[in-house]
Each structure stands twice: as structure tokens, then as C-alpha cells.
């Protein structure tokens, strides 16, 4: 009967990860989100957030994908998105105007961060599908543990093509992002028409719902 039990934990739960925190939700179960959080507090040096903890306690395991914990986040679909100025990796500045007439996904994500890692072969893949169509792709490095970026090694080591941003502390401060993953969706007239937070167990229905909502906002 104990083996049967430890059977069933085991297939339950998440392997301890020596490197990172484990994320707080099931591995096997279905539409869930799974989203990362930090469990130690941060020098002034590394992180210029007045809080000291990434993710605050409000943070659930029963939250589910399409479920927003960033809920400053979730109110701002279809207002104008806060106005930002991004770097990327190769020295290019981003902004809200320089962007207007394009569709955005901003994919706020740190090195650190397992799920975030998982949604990163979906942005590639919806930058190689619609970046011609007039999407841009940004993975807004964020509440990186070191004050070093390794957003270009990361891109360099897997090949991703779409761009990534670094610093971006204090924009994701002013978005109201508490958790990563992090996604917003910018339309045309760059007003927000999507967020999310975290991504579901099977990281494959991230593009299948992302897709639908980038489409009629290429139009």
C-alpha cells in the first residue's frame, strides 16, 4: 500500500529542480498554468522594485491559465498601453510609437524562470508565422537575479530569431506584474487587447489561443 502511494505522489509531482524553484503547479494536470516564483529577497542592486519578493502571497496553485494574478495587468485591455521605451539586445530602441501599426506580444520573462522558458519556442514560432504579417515579437527581459543580462547568450544558444528586450524592470513595475510569465498583447492602435499569466501544461495551446487573438488583429 506505501509503494502504491509513493506510485501515485510520484506522478503527482514535480521533481525537485536545484536550480530553480519549483513551479507551483501540478505537472500532469490539465489546464493549468504554470508560473515561477522567487523565495528570496533581492539586493538593491539587483532589482529596482520597492518590494522585495518577485511574486507576492496571492499567488495560488489553483490559479489556471486565462486566470490573471497580475490583475493591474488584466485592466488594461483596450486602453492604450502605458507608454515605454525598450533596448534591445543589439543596441535598437524600442517605443510605443515606433511600434504603432504593428501587433506586439510582450513576452516578459527571466533566465531563471522554467515556464518562461517554455513559451519561448512559441514566441519563435509566432515571430517566423506572422513577422512578415506585421507582428512583433519582444521578450522583454525581467527580475533577472543578477544585474547581468543573459538575454543575448539565451537567444544565441537556441537560436531564436524574434527580439529581445533587457532592463525592464521598471516597465514591468509599471504594468502591474507581479508573476512570470507574463504576456501582453498590443494591437495596431496600440492599445492592449490581450494579457495572460503563466502558461498552460501543455505549452502547445499557448500558440493555439495566442494565435486566434494576433489573427483578426493583423487584419
Known amino acids: 500500500m506505501k509503494q502504491d502511494r509513493d506510485a501515485r505522489r510520484d506522478d503527482c ?24 516564483r522567487a523565495g528570496r529577497r533581492f539586493t538593491e542592486k539587483e532589482m529596482k522594485f520597492k518590494s522585495t519578493l518577485i511574486v507576492g502571497a496571492a499567488l495560488l496553485a489553483s490559479f489556471s491559465f ?4 497580475n490583475q493591474k495587468l488584466g485592466t488594461l485591455v483596450g486602453h492604450p498601453a502605458p507608454t515605454f521605451k ?23 520573462w527571466a533566465t531563471w524562470c522554467g515556464p518562461c522558458k517554455k513559451a519561448s519556442p512559441v514566441m519563435e514560432k509566432l515571430h517566423k508565422k506572422y513577422g512578415k504579417m506585421g507582428l ?32 525592464n524592470d521598471d516597465f514591468t513595475s509599471a504594468l502591474g506584474i507581479n508573476a512570470i510569465p507574463a504576456f501582453v498583447i498590443i494591437g495596431k492602435d496600440g492599445k492592449v487587447a490581450r494579457t495572460e ?8 495551446e499557448l500558440f493555439t489561443s495566442f494565435e486566434k487573438t494576433i489573427k483578426p488583429l493583423l487584419k
Open 86 to 108: 525598450m533596448t534591445d539586445t543589439h543596441g535598437k530602441v524600442w517605443t510605443n510609437k515606433s511600434l504603432m501599426g504593428k501587433v506586439v506580444v510582450l513576452d516578459f
Open 13 to 36: 509531482e514535480e521533481a525537485p529542480d536545484p536550480t530553480f524553484h519549483p513551479p507551483i503547479m501540478p505537472r500532469k494536470r490539465h489546464n493549468r498554468s504554470i508560473l515561477f
Open 197 to 204: 499569466t503563466g502558461v498552460p501544461s501543455n505549452v502547445d
Open 66 to 69: 486565462g486566470q490573471d494574478v
Open 136 to 167: 512583433v515579437v519582444v521578450g522583454a527581459e525581467t527580475m533577472e537575479r543578477s544585474p547581468l543580462s543573459g538575454a543575448k547568450e539565451y537567444a544565441k544558444e537556441h537560436g531564436y530569431t524574434y527580439t529581445f528586450t533587457t532592463k
